[in-house]
């Protein structure tokens, strides 16, 4: 790929509450960022437009331009068409939204689409610490579980572009029910939501003393940097319930190692903040299930770029795509 040598590029990356923007050079330096609400239910024209205003916000208060944008969506997209096909987290009027001509309408510069989760993937490929691999499995944890596959050195996408989506293959058959239908999904054991669940049961019970401490005694502000505090702490039941959810995570991980042969791990979303509690599980995880090639040889680590991880995929996917002579969207 022939990188511009020159230029700035935006990516955009839609999640369910917030709309996040940067604009980057070439080589993933941020110049500029900026969040908005995503607002959903004022539907996604509304949303573009919008994010749009906070481009034109941000080039004019830098007295740039910007050559072409990388957009990232929760669920599945037609990146070729440039089209929303259904995103479970946000409101119906979404779906077959053709969201790359309205943003295109507003800015006027090529516009390039992906799911949000492969688009992180490219970012960490690109400019994290999957940078120089020809192997990478990236797994976002936080409301969901995401991810994306790099093999022979491409970000693989697959029928859909749902390659890589780790959350939705079976843990345990017959388990809980899954937002896509399926029972025991990898997504209803390990996420935010789950776990702050299981902390909010535990401090109910009265087995988490530490944690109602920090709470303040508030259900609502538990979450995964509380738990953890509160477990370093000596909340034992709460590191239990870490563990638990790390074990669940390094099982699913382990199968997709095995399946794809990567040596290169990489957790970002909203959980990767939980460090090693999660890595060293998976790790023995990984060690203990991968049995048709020497394990140690997987290396598994958090994400180097952590919330700007996708609008930075925004941006590779921008210059990626912005460098083909044709304007492909095509990864």
Not at 36 to 50: F, H, K, L, N, S
Not at 79 to 100: C, T, Y
Not at 178 to 191: D, F, Q
Not at 193 to 204: I, K, N
Request: include cysteine; glycine fraction near 14%; hydrophobic fraction near 45%.
């Amino acid at each position: 790929m022939k990188i511009p040598g020159s230029g700035l590029f935006a990516g955009v990356d839609f999640g369910g509450t917030k709309i996040g923007v940067v604009i980057a050079d070439a080589h993933g330096k941020i110049v500029a960022e900026g969040v908005i609400p995503t607002e959903p239910q004022a539907g996604p024209a509304q949303a573009v437009e919008r994010t749009n205003c906070l481009l034109d916000a941000l080039c004019h208060e830098l007295s740039v331009e910007i050559l072409a944008i990388g957009v990232g969506l929760p669920g599945l997209v037609d990146h070729e068409a440039g089209r929303i096909i259904f995103l479970p987290n946000l409101p119906e009027q979404w779906r077959g939204f053709s969201i790359s001509t309205a943003f295109a309408s507003f800015s006027q510069r090529p516009v390039f689409l992906l799911n949000d989760a492969r688009m992180a993937t490219l970012g960490e490929f690109t400019f994290g610490k999957g940078s120089g691999s020809q192997d990478m499995l990236f797994v976002t944890v936080g409301t969901g579980i995401g991810g994306g596959l790099v093999l022979d050195g491409k970000l693989r996408l697959g029928a859909f572009g749902a390659a890589g989506e780790l959350g939705h293959h079976t843990i345990v058959p017959d388990g809980p029910v899954c937002g896509c239908g399926n029972r025991g999904c990898l997504e209803t054991l390990v996420s935010g939501p789950t776990l702050a669940a299981a902390g909010r049961a535990l401090m109910q019970d009265g087995r988490a003393p530490k944690l109602r401490e920090l709470v303040e005694d508030d259900p609502a502000k538990v979450n995964a940097t509380r738990m953890a505090n509160a477990a370093a702490e000596g909340d034992g039941a709460i590191a239990q319930a870490i563990r638990v959810a790390a074990d669940y995570l390094g099982v699913g991980i382990a199968n997709a190692v095995t399946i794809t042969a990567v040596r290169n791990v990489i957790i970002g979303g909203g959980l990767s903040m939980l460090g090693d509690l999660l890595v060293e599980p998976v790790c023995q995880q990984i060690r203990k299930r991968v049995q048709m090639f020497p394990a140690d040889v997987v290396h598994v680590s958090c994400s180097s770029l952590g919330e700007k991880c996708g609008a930075l995929g925004g941006v590779a996917l921008a210059v990626q795509e912005y460098s083909r002579p044709t304007h492909s969207v095509s990864v």
